[in-house]
């Protein structure tokens, strides 16, 4: 076979990987989000919503708002830690372990690490998104599922991302900011953090830090 045949058939290699793994991803997040509407215990919901109102600065009696109520399933899916210290994510992975396949896990592994962080959406072709992220101005290429009904416009947003293949996985909802000031806002937290705690990671300060910044403007 010929170089140029041989570069074909990875491309188009690499595009089944794609397809295939944005559907597995969209699958376990699903199972993922059933499974903790249907285990998380009431003093669990009570303690999340108590500690997302207070992060929020959210009054008791305030009513969420639609993309509140998003990105509170989303924060207590992936980023809120149990009593226990786990996720309810982890413990999905952890008490399905049996039923999930290998592939499964090692995707799932990538769902532990995923955060909400902004970036900037530079421009859309078709069904792929180019954007930037804050941390070192890192270039992105996100393919924008059609399951996925939001749409992403230019600008600012917060986001959560799963790398698949070719292209990164938007999951759950997306929050549209204004200017960049509340990504500059939070790079400064982190820069100040890393002072104080030198082996903290951008992810890691995202995952308990981010709800800080999302709603400030």
Same mark, same amino acid.
């Given at each position: 076979m010929d170089m140029?045949?041989?570069?074909?058939?990875l491309q188009s290699f690499r595009k089944a990987k794609q397809v295939q793994g944005e559907k597995n991803a969209l699958r376990l997040y699903?199972? @993922?989000?059933?499974?903790?509407?249907?285990?998380? *215990?009431?003093?669990?919901k009570v303690r999340a919503k108590h500690l997302f109102r207070k992060t929020l600065g959210l009054a008791p009696e305030d009513a969420y708002s639609p993309i509140q109520q998003e990105v509170f399933q *989303?924060?207590?899916?992936?980023?809120?830690?149990?009593?226990?210290? @786990?996720?309810m994510f982890s413990l999905f992975l952890k008490n399905n372990a049996r039923?999930? @396949?290998?592939?499964?896990?090692?995707?799932?592994?990538?769902f532990l690490t995923s955060a909400m962080e902004p970036i900037r959406i530079l421009g859309k072709n078709r069904n792929v998104i180019s954007a930037l992220g804050v941390e070192n101005?890192?270039?992105?290429?996100?393919?924008?599922?059609?399951?996925?009904?939001?749409?992403?416009?230019?600008?600012?947003?917060?986001?959560?991302?799963?790398?698949?293949?070719?292209?990164?996985?938007?999951?759950?909802?997306?929050?549209?900011?204004?200017?960049n000031e509340a990504a500059n806002s939070l790079m400064e937290a982190f820069s100040e953090a890393k002072i104080k705690f030198?082996?903290?990671?951008?992810?890691?300060?995202?995952?308990? *830090?981010?709800?800080?910044?999302?709603?400030?403007?």
């Open positions: 140029d045949g041989s570069i074909l058939d699903t199972l @993922s989000m059933d499974y903790t509407e249907r285990t998380a *215990n009431i003093r669990e *989303n924060w207590f899916l992936f980023d809120y830690k149990t009593i226990q210290g @786990s996720t039923q999930l @396949s290998e592939s499964d896990l090692i995707q799932g592994a990538l101005s890192t270039p992105l290429l996100l393919r924008h599922h059609e399951e996925l009904q939001q749409e992403l416009s230019m600008g600012w947003h917060f986001i959560r991302r799963i790398p698949i293949q070719l292209y990164d996985l938007p999951i759950g909802p997306f929050i549209s900011i204004q200017s030198p082996d903290l990671t951008w992810r890691a300060f995202l995952k308990s *830090n981010v709800l800080y910044f999302i709603f400030r403007e």
